[in-house]
């Protein structure tokens, strides 16, 4: 238990006062509970003796009286403390697991670790509160009532005393053992409570596709898989502790019925007297209480160790390494030299080298699964290249504190994620100082001002979660006001496929041009005339490789594979629905 606090202090160490306080206040609120059975055997003494009087009486009922009444007292005072205590505590994890998750590179949000997280975070987290409210005054109560009672216990009769006490050590053995069997039956069950999320995350976030393609079979079997495991976990660890915790509870009854006979054996025989006899007796059914509790007590930490070992294991997931330096504010060039990149076992890029100019347009292309959208990752950092060095304005990224390379680059990708709040906070997202104003003239420029107003509740229209309540391209007119707000010298740019409508195409078309200007655009080009207008053209060759850079007319000459690629795309743009098949 000592370890478990100190693994807890360790993370959060601002709770530490408030957990001893509440143990305090417990050990208080059990004492008093304690007293009226002292008082009991003074009033037994004073009946066998004879020396009870109608004031005697009437001082022991007030004694008992107040203890009730100090009882309640530091129990509300323990609820004050602990509950708040156990609150906070899972509040200060969870904003430091927060807080961590954003310095973590994007290979570690694997569907795994986003299934592992989410369970940790929502569910697992929420058994730590018990901690400071349940588990370890509860603890504290254990160790404290027996040594306090004891030497009162051995004075009156060492021979009961030691009766009385006997079963503890002989039960601690049967604790242990079932501490061990929890610990291993709570780490299966956690892992496959963690496996349930991420079927959950993976059956949720591919619903479009289950529905759309009836694909749902495969995907629910794995999620019904899932519960079925964790249904047979739970189960084998009931059923491996419960018998256990009995064999537990029920040495200590024994101890009470070995008081009663071994009691009545010295007692009849005249070896004690009849007040030994039933303070005994009165005591003995308090005594192992707090001992029993201990059961409970347990199953709490050892839930905690695994929770606790899993909020170690992430707190150590090693950050992006940040630099001092600073980019540059304006012109910034990004040059690419002898990258390599592969994620996990998959290579990507090999040894890759080129330069994206300054204030002009670079157009990524290349065939499906070539590398474009991980090259515009690569820039923001999300991964960190294997080997080789990308450079913002002369800065290699590395080197560069994470507030510069966010402060230097804008992102438009096509999966655009609207954070759950107003038009308003998400727009001004990544530019908090930014006035309503400089808010509404950046919609303005998106083209999506007009949108917004006729939304219900305008710029304080709140999104649904990931922006579940606006169409694609507005979403995207969004993304690119936000930009537009942030206005940062590099502007990535993943163009939407033919998801959206004409209307919104032009929309977006006029909102990006409005972004664009003057600054250092890296884009993954989907749209014929975005490539040919683009400054440069980088063409991957699908290889790991770069087959050529240059402009449009140069590339047709000298890329056998961009002439490849612009003439398909020419040929699907040509394609009319409906139209005779040739
Ligand atoms: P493009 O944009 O050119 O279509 P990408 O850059 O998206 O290609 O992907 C390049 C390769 O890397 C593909 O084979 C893709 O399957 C793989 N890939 C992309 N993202 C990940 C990821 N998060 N984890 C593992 N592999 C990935």
Redesign the pocket.
């Known amino acids: 238990m000592i370890r478990l606090i100190k693994r807890i202090l360790a993370i959060v160490p601002t709770i530490r006062s408030q957990m001893y306080r509440a143990a305090l206040l417990k050990a208080l609120e059990t004492l008093f509970m304690g007293i009226p059975y002292g008082i009991l055997i003074f009033m037994l003494h004073d009946l066998l003796s004879g020396s009870l009087t109608a004031s005697n009486v009437g001082f022991y009922t007030v004694g008992i009286a107040l203890s009730y009444i100090a009882q309640g007292i530091f129990c509300w005072l323990f609820t004050r403390a602990a509950y708040p205590a156990g609150t906070e505590l899972c509040e200060k994890i969870r904003v430091k697991i927060g807080a961590h998750l954003r310095t973590l590179p994007?290979?570690y949000f694997?569907r795994k670790n986003a299934g592992d997280t989410t369970a940790l975070v929502s569910d697992e987290l929420v058994m730590l509160t018990l901690l400071p409210r349940m588990a370890f005054p509860q603890f504290i109560c254990a160790m404290v009532m027996p040594i306090v009672l004891a030497p009162f216990l051995f004075s009156v009769d060492w021979r009961l005393a030691v009766a009385a006490l006997v079963p503890v050590p002989l039960a601690i053995p049967l604790l242990k053992k079932c501490q061990q069997a929890l610990s291993k039956g709570m780490r299966k069950r956690s892992d496959s409570l963690v496996t349930i999320s991420s079927s959950v995350i993976q059956y949720v976030q591919g619903m479009e596709v289950v529905k759309g393609f009836k694909q749902g079979g495969e995907r629910f079997r794995s999620f019904a898989a899932a519960l079925a495991r964790f249904k047979r976990d739970n189960l084998a660890l009931v059923f491996s502790t419960t018998p256990l915790m009995l064999a537990f509870q029920a040495l200590l009854d024994l101890g009470f019925i070995i008081l009663l006979v071994f009691g009545a054996y010295l007692f009849l025989g005249g070896e004690t007297s009849l007040f030994a006899y039933l303070t005994f007796l009165v005591l003995g059914l308090r005594l192992y209480e707090p001992i029993k509790a201990l059961g409970s007590v347990y199953e709490v930490t050892q839930s905690a160790e695994v929770t606790l070992d899993r909020i170690e294991a992430l707190l150590k997931e090693k950050p992006l390494k940040e630099g001092t330096e600073v980019a540059p504010r304006e012109d910034v060039g990004i040059d690419f030299n002898k990258v390599s990149f592969s994620?996990?076992q998959?290579p990507?890029l090999q040894d890759v080298s080129f330069k994206i100019p300054a204030r002009k347009i670079t157009a990524?292309v290349?065939?499906?699964?070539?590398?474009?959208?991980?090259?515009l990752?690569l820039i923001a950092r999300f991964w960190d290249v294997d080997s080789g060095e990308i450079s913002l304005g002369g800065v290699p990224a590395q080197k560069l504190t994470a507030e510069s390379l966010f402060s230097s680059l804008s992102m438009v990708f096509q999966d655009v994620y609207l954070f759950r709040g107003t038009v308003f906070e998400n727009i001004a997202f990544g530019s908090p100082e930014a006035s309503p104003e400089a808010v509404y003239t950046a919609a303005r420029m998106a083209r999506c001002h007009d949108f917004i107003t006729g939304l219900p509740q305008g710029y304080e229209t709140q999104v649904g979660e990931a922006g579940a309540t606006l169409s694609g391209g507005e979403k995207q007119r969004i993304s690119i006001a936000r930009a537009i707000l942030k206005d940062t010298p590099i502007v990535l740019l993943?163009e939407a496929t033919a998801s959206v409508d004409p209307e919104n195409e032009s929309q977006i078309q006029i909102a990006i041009n409005a972004l664009v200007r003057t600054k250092t655009v890296v884009l993954?080009a989907h749209r014929l005339a975005t490539v040919t207008s683009a400054d440069q053209i980088v063409v991957?060759d699908g290889k790991g490789g770069i087959e050529g850079t240059g402009r449009h007319e140069s590339l047709l000459e000298t890329s056998p594979l961009y002439q490849r690629l612009w003439n398909s795309r020419q040929e699907a743009q040509s394609w009319k629905v409906g139209a005779p098949a040739s």
Do not use: C, H, Q
């Open positions: 994007m290979s694997s994620y996990d998959n990507v990524i290349g065939p499906s699964g070539a590398g474009k959208t991980t090259i990752r993943d993954v991957l």
